[in-house]
């Protein structure tokens, strides 16, 4: 199993442009979720879902958008990208609350800098 | 809204010694807690997962406890090495969601 893959794994942008950072699971998880690392601080939750075609805020949801077409994929999307918006994304995924005792995978990330 | 501490937020140690890292939280409400190393530049390796029901984990040289009433785990790392050197973050998942609320971490430098 390949787990949680992101990409790509860099990515440089100018201010205005948009990009989809691409999230992909391979263990059947129900939930997903999209967090944001900034230097030296801790995870900040931007998006989440449930479930294939559900999806809620997080922390910081504002400059981002996703979407939940299929169980396995959850991109995440910048439609106008900001300096604020340079850090490093995180994607990860867990099994979904009753469905036994499991922990969270997360992928490698997604280094984002935003010129 | 839960809240999470992590003390001491760095910490150097010559190599060999035992380390304590010590993880607060505010809402005791929480369904499991897990534990994770990052090493710099990489994303989250997990290391224990702990369950609201249970009061230790444990996965070789590393011990987790959780006290769930005082908002208190910690990691127990014995006889630590330079492969240690990382920083570890830890993450209670709450009872009523599902989402993972993370503090700053604590950043492990083990000296050879």
């Known amino acids: 199993n390949a787990g949680v893959t992101q990409t790509p794994k860099f990515r440089i942008l100018k201010i205005g442009q948009s990009m989809t950072l691409q999230c992909t699971q391979d263990?059947?998880?129900?939930?997903m979720y999209w967090y944001r690392q900034d230097p030296g601080m801790g995870l900040k939750l931007i998006y989440y879902s449930v479930g294939a075609g559900i999806t809620d805020k997080g922390e910081v949801p504002n400059g981002y958008n996703v979407s939940r077409s299929t169980t396995e994929d959850f991109p995440l999307r910048l439609e106008l990208a900001a300096p604020s918006q340079t850090s490093v994304y995180f994607c990860a995924s867990t099994l979904g609350r009753g469905r036994g005792h499991q922990g969270y995978t997360f992928g490698s990330g997604t280094r984002l800098t935003v010129v | 809204k839960q809240e999470v501490t992590q003390i001491p937020a760095a910490l150097s140690v010559p190599e060999g010694e035992n380390l304590v890292l010590n993880c607060s939280f505010t809402?005791?409400?929480?369904?499991?807690l897990q534990w994770f190393r990052q090493d710099p530049g990489k994303g989250l390796t997990s290391l224990l997962l702990i369950q609201s029901s249970q009061r230790e984990q444990t996965s070789g040289r590393l011990n987790a406890s959780l006290d769930k009433s005082s908002g208190r785990s910690t990691l127990y790392i014995a006889a630590s090495q330079p492969g240690d050197s990382a920083t570890y973050l830890c993450g209670p998942r709450r009872t009523s969601g599902s989402r993972l609320t993370f503090g700053e971490g604590t950043q492990l430098t083990v000296n050879p």
């Open positions: 263990m059947n998880h129900n939930y």
């Open positions: 809402d005791s409400a929480i369904y499991n």
